[in-house]
Structure formats: C-alpha cells, structure tokens
C-alpha cells in the first residue's frame, strides 16, 4: 500500500511544488493530508510542526532544514515518500505562500506597465507568464489535494455525502476555471490607464 502507484503519483506531483515555493520561515508540517499512509499516531493536532530554516539544492535534489516547535532541527529530502518523511505547509504557511505570489505577480505587471514605453519586453513578458505559471501550479497542486482527500472520505463511506458533494463541486469548479483560463490573453503594450488605488 505504501508504494501503491496512485498514492506515489501524487507525492510526485505534491512534493517538487512544495520544495518551489518554500521558503526560509515557512511553517510547515508532517505529512500530507489525505495520505492513507499517515500514522494515526500523529492526526490532527498532534503533527509535528516547524519553521523552514535553510533551503538547498538544484530540484529534483532539493532539501530543507526544519525546526520543529521543540527545538529539534531535521533535514527533509525532495525524493521522499514515506508518509513519515514528507512534508505540507500548514494553513499558515500556504497563506504565506499565496500572499507572496500575489505580491510578486503585482510587482510584475507593474515592472511592464512602467517599462512598456522603452519598447519591446520580451523578457519581461517571459517572467510574467513564467510567474502566472507557478500561480496556475500552486492552484493545481491545491485543488489535487482538497479533491484527493474529498475522494478518499467519500469512498470510505457511503454516508459522506459532503465528501461526495465537495469532490463534485471542486471538479465542476476547476472545469470552469480552465475555460475562463483558455480564452485569457494577455497585452503587454503600454497602458495608459491609471492605477487601481485599490
């Protein structure tokens, strides 16, 4: 069960995500959830918890140095599976994360609005849809794991029907946001309207 292809797949997926948008302070905690790997001993409130004090490594070879509310520091690897081993932000954390992409994907547009007028951004407009690309990332990756847990609580009981409910809905909601994201373009060109003061 442990190395069942489906649940490994996911960590794959989960887990280079996690190590791109980490960063130094980061809280962070045991486990993934929804891992029907995760030791019962450390559900809810007992999971171990930390702050991420040093990144390091090219990916696919990353690691980072955790430490935990004790005082304990542990290393934890990129490649890792065991449900003992890997790691996810906490609520706190993933705010943390969103609030710096949002804060970056601002600076961005801002860096091209202002420095449309000396002519062609190319490199510029990389980075932007580059940076639009981790958003898209990180929202895929959260949605995989809302849906992955959703599933697994709805096919553990015929009675969860909020599980059931909850699955549909988040499926139905990402095929929308996928349309809206297909007809999406974007206009580099120069922009004289004035900035939302909001």
């Not at 705010?95 to 600076?107: E, I």
Request: no cysteine; aromatic share 10%.
């Amino acid at each position: 069960m442990a190395f069942a292809a489906e649940r490994l797949q996911k960590i794959d997926n989960i887990m280079p995500n996690f190590y791109s948008f980490a960063t130094q302070g980061d809280e962070v905690t045991l486990g993934l959830e929804g891992d029907p790997m995760f030791p019962a001993s450390y559900r809810g409130e007992k999971r171990p918890v930390g702050n991420i004090v040093k990144l390091q490594g090219q990916a696919g070879e990353r690691s980072v140095e955790i430490r935990l509310k004790d005082g304990t520091t542990i290393v934890a690897e990129e490649d890792e599976t065991s449900a003992k081993k890997v790691w996810e932000f906490t609520d706190e954390g993933y705010r943390g994360v969103v609030q710096r992409q949002r804060a970056n994907l601002k600076q961005e547009k801002e860096a091209v609005r202002y420095r449309g007028i000396f002519g062609e951004n190319n490199a510029l407009q990389k980075e932007f849809v580059d940076l639009k690309e981790e958003v898209e990332t990180l929202r895929k990756v959260m949605f995989t794991a809302v849906e992955g847990l959703a599933e697994d609580v709805s096919n553990s009981s015929a009675d969860a029907k909020f599980a059931g409910a909850l699955m549909k809905e988040m499926r139905e909601y990402n095929a929308t946001y996928q349309a809206i994201e297909a007809k999406e373009t974007f206009d580099f060109s120069d922009d004289d309207d004035e900035d939302d003061p909001n």
